[in-house]
């Protein structure tokens, strides 16, 4: 065991007080490890701590030339709380943990494969598994390593930490503390392995689905009339009134199609046997399922690989059952959580804007005896969120020297890009503008397969860029009003070459 308990607090907290949080602290410095260092050496000043004191603590990101640390400090847990000896901490780390009402969630990882946020099964437990106590042990190194193996797959994920510094003697010795710094990190590009669950309101649902399946407590719908359906009387509906009840009816079948997948692909094989339930009958007493029948209409006058150039209406079209149309909606809603889950990209770490997050600070104090290092874990730190890398703060602004505008200093910006064109673009670019705008223009494909080498000067390319910016913003203050709050000139003097 080890000498005598230990307790790892808060930065500068009272002598007796056991739970003093992390204190996270903001840098501006270049050199901002030494700041932080020559910080220490002598005490932190409260501009340096942050807006701890504000349930609103923001931190911002390295683009804003920002830097954020974690600072703690070891004492022995003995009266006067006299600090820990540096030489006794093995190792120290932390972890940062979204906040939740059910729990801190932390980012779990399990053989290189990434989990996401999870809540870890134990608070306490050592983040890495490596560090952590066997579950059981015999005294036979042979039986323990098979039990090991047994255990792995019952064995909770890895956390993500970072690592605890332990700050050089100086500094310690300087502040009269054995302190400990990290570096919060506050963006990454790690992204969780599973594809985020994608659940689609049942309610939305019910109000895209074409009325014609919404069940007996619908009107009978479409009311297209008798007339053969046909490209013309499409694109004369569409044109003349995008509103009635034909144009309508082609938006509704192309939202089957495109949207749900209810004529080809998996989700066909659900949607389109549910869809066929409702049987429609036609003039000559023929009768057809209502999947079939919207099918032939899709390859023939949406997709373009049917061969019917005029397809007949049914003159009797019935509303599904109530089971059939909530059988129909809920397979709807579960080919559209398909089709989102594909397209939503997986969970990344820091994506969140609104997210608020903690640290949880520990150290491994090493064991006189032999044993294995005791882990201690600080109190959680005061939550915080990271502002995203668009909102302004920190240091001070970016400063981009533009060109002078005039025909001598022009002369002197050489092309320093060159753009490779392909043929087909290159052919493009060869022809008149109002010959494009009328209509006029010719097959890029056509003529010589010659492509180009364009060089442009990049400081020119912004130049441009600026002017055109410059106008845009104008024309856009008549809606947003905003060149009081996203331009700011102010005029400098410019320096006067000596003669």
Partial sequence: ?????????????????????????????????????????????????????????????????TFNFVVVEAVCDRPGSPRLNPQDIASGGFVVRRVQNAGDEGWMFRDDQVIGWARPSDAKLDPDPAQRKPRLNTGNPHINGKLSRLYQALEPPAERSHRLFVAPPDVCAAAGRTLLYGLIPVTSSERSEAAQSV?????????????????????????????????????????SDPTNALSRFMQSLRL?????????????????????????????????????????LTTSFITGTGSESAIIPPTIWPQPSTDLAARLQEAVARSLETSLSEGVPNIQRFDDDTASYRIHAFVRVRCPDGCPPVL???????????????????????????????????????????????PRLASLLTQKPEDLAAGDGTDPGGGLTLGWICSFSLPIITLCAFIVLNIF????????????????CLPFPKPQSSS
């Fill in 473 to 488: 913003l104008g024309l856009l203050h008549i809606v947003f009003w905003w060149l009081f709050y996203i331009k700011i």
């Fill in 1 to 65: 065991m080890v000498k005598h308990p230990v307790i790892l607090r808060g930065y500068q907290a009272a002598i007796n007080d056991r739970s003093a949080p992390p204190v996270l602290v903001q840098r501006l410095d270049q050199e901002f490890i030494p700041g932080l260092l020559d910080g220490l050496r002598r005490k932190l000043s409260a501009a340096d701590l942050g807006q701890l004191s504000d349930s609103s603590l923001r931190l911002l990101q390295p683009i804003h030339r």
């Fill in 376 to 422: 201690q874990w600080a109190p959680p730190s005061e939550p915080f969120q990271i502002a995203p890398w668009w909102e302004s703060g920190g240091a001070p602004l970016h400063t981009i020297s533009l060109p002078d505008f005039s025909r001598d200093s022009v002369k002197k910006v050489k092309p320093n890009i060159a753009f490779k064109v392909p």
């Fill in 199 to 239: 659940e689609i309101d049942p309610e939305i649902v019910g109000k895209i689905m074409p009325s014609f399946l919404l069940g007996p407590k619908s009107s009978v719908w479409p009311d297209i009339g008798p007339a053969a359906i046909t490209a013309k009387a499409i694109n004369d509906a569409l044109g």
């Fill in 256 to 296: 089957m199609h495109f949207g749900w997948h209810a004529f080809e692909g998996t989700e066909s094989a659900v949607i389109l046997p549910l869809l066929n339930e409702v049987t429609l009958t036609f003039a000559d007493s023929t009768t057809q399922g209502l999947g079939d029948f919207l099918s032939r």
